[in-house]
């Protein structure tokens, strides 16, 4: 069955690059979504399709997908990114969701 | 602005049946489909199924599959997720969201709130 590969966690200073990473088996043949989830909140999608923000995500968030690899980039990594971050793709009509990331801005 | 409203926490022995509900509003519910997933207590998200309110076509994942039924009701713009016969296992935070279609183009873009759900003799 397909499946979605995170580390789970990334730490980063303010201001600095987060960068999260998602592996899957030809995961870039795929479309990957990004989902951030603060602790007692529902998650919310912060990229989709591989590489689009939908509306009111900070521009610092950006994502790419290639190969076996899906990337998710915070720039400018602000204290209130910090959350776990969950990757997701589609494989035979189920939803598949990576383990999760939790991103620490210390 | 959309909105998907969650049914209230649950508190549930096993053996017993739950229904929880999920109720779209401000946008056309027949046009989305609404998947449900799973967060048990200090870990990740599963997917467990999804349904098209349009014609009630339903998808599980395995693992779910013959353990909880996904339901819809377009007059009430309302989905459902249901157990006959609940585990202490089942505990867990349960969240709907609503995406486009089944194409695996489509993204979890609105989610409800969440129903917790407590399984406990």
């Known amino acids: 069955s397909f499946e979605l590969t995170q580390p789970p966690s990334v730490s980063v200073s303010p201001g600095q690059t987060a960068i999260i990473t998602c592996s899957g088996d030809r995961l870039g043949d795929r479309f990957a979504f990004w989902y951030q989830q603060k602790p007692g909140h529902s998650p ?28 998710l980039t915070i720039s400018g990594t602000q204290a209130l990114d910090e959350a776990d971050y969950y990757c997701q793709a589609w494989g035979a009509g189920t939803a598949v969701f990576g383990p999760g990331t939790k991103v620490t801005v210390l | 602005e959309v909105q998907l409203v969650q049914s209230g926490a649950e508190v549930k022995e096993p053996g017993e049946s739950l229904r929880i509900s999920c109720k779209g509003s401000r946008y056309n519910f027949n046009s989305f489909w609404i998947s449900w997933v799973r967060q048990m207590p200090g870990k990740g998200l599963e997917w467990m199924g999804t349904i098209d309110p349009s014609n009630t076509y339903t998808n599980y994942r395995p693992s779910f599959h013959g353990h909880v039924t996904i339901a819809a009701d377009e007059s009430t713009n309302t989905a459902y997720l249901q157990w006959t016969s609940l585990e202490a296992s089942d505990t867990a935070m349960y969240y709907c969201a609503r995406h486009e279609s089944g194409a695996s183009s489509s ?15």
């Open chain 2, 107 to 121: 993204s979890f873009d609105y989610w409800g709130q969440g129903t917790l759900v407590a399984v406990s003799s």
């Open chain 1, 44 to 71: 919310i999608l912060v990229i989709y399709q591989d590489s689009n923000r939908p509306s009111g995500i900070p521009e610092r968030f950006s994502g790419s997908n290639s190969a076996n690899t899906a990337t």
